[in-house]
């Protein structure tokens, strides 16, 4: 009997014990850094590169240009210096095809909304009325759609689909369309018409007033990025002169261009801050 109540004292001292010290879940970000170059990576329609992916063409481009830069300059300070500005040529190849297929898309998402209502006013079900975009919609986007209706017809969970659909399209406009959808499907409602016809007239307009815009700063921005370019192609040009080479081989030279380079980096993100139109965030990921 001692025994036993033995154990048991034991065992509830040991679960106090473990009350107190419980471990501590680590909660994922999802709005990190490899959450937003995903999203980047979707929207530039390369959907079979990873994060890490990036990064490692990243640093493949910049070992190339470093090995290169050596051949023809024999200076390993210049090298370092176009290798470094040659690692981010990835990551701006992938936000420029983003930005086209954003500002491409912006122009198809209504025609989304209108063919949702339409097949809701045709009495589809939701759906179908989703599935059907695959072939009627917009071609941009009719792979995606035709993903929907195959996990549709293989599962026939439409929340499931529906957050498949999410990440597949990685778009702010898409994610408001799925939810209302969602919250369609499962609180019930008669305004999804309604609301549907308002979000196309809304984007609508804003794709309107956002090309305006684009269209006036387009030819600063461009400007600014050149005016940040120019340096650098005058000191590659220089740099196939050996007594160029070896000056920057020097403190002095190593000094002249970090502080060049810091001076470029810095002049063109606060161009692009000052120049930058609001985005939307994926705040319904």
């Known amino acids: 009997m001692g025994v036993v109540v033995g154990l048991l004292l034991g065992a509830g001292l040991c679960s106090v014990w473990t009350a107190w010290w419980a471990p501590t879940t680590r909660t994922r970000r999802v709005d990190g850094w490899s959450a937003r170059t995903q999203d980047l990576l979707v929207q ?69 909304v209108d063919n949702l209502a339409s097949g809701v006013r045709a009495g589809l079900s939701l759906p179908e009325a989703v599935a059907q975009l695959g072939e009627r919609g917009p071609v941009e986007l009719r792979p995606q759609f035709r ?94 002169r050996p007594e160029t080479a070896r000056a920057y081989d020097s403190v002095a030279g190593v000094a002249v261009l970090g502080l060049g380079a810091l001076c470029c980096a810095f002049a063109y993100r606060l161009m692009i801050r000052i120049g930058r139109l609001p985005e939307e965030t994926r705040v319904l990921r």
Do not use: Y
């Open 147 to 240: 993903a929907f209706a195959t996990d549709f017809r293989a599962s026939g969970r439409f929340s499931a689909c529906l957050d498949a659909l999410k990440a597949r399209l990685a778009d702010p406009v898409g994610d408001r369309i799925v939810e209302a959808l969602r919250m369609t499907r499962d609180v019930g409602g008669t305004d999804l018409g309604r609301l549907l016809r308002t979000l196309s007239t809304f984007l609508r307009e804003d794709a309107r007033t956002r090309g305006e815009l684009e269209a006036r700063q387009s030819w600063t921005v461009n400007a600014a990025r050149l005016a940040v370019a120019g340096p650098w192609v005058v000191l590659a040009l220089l740099a196939t």
């Open 44 to 112: 530039a329609g390369a959907t079979g590169v990873t994060p890490g992916g990036l990064v490692g063409a990243s640093a493949v481009v910049a070992v190339v240009v470093a090995l290169l830069g050596l051949a023809f300059t024999r200076s390993g300070v210049i090298s370092l210096a176009f290798a470094l500005l040659a690692a981010g040529i990835p990551a701006m190849l992938v936000r420029s095809r983003a930005r086209r297929r954003r500002v491409a898309l912006r122009e198809v998402w209504p025609e989304v």
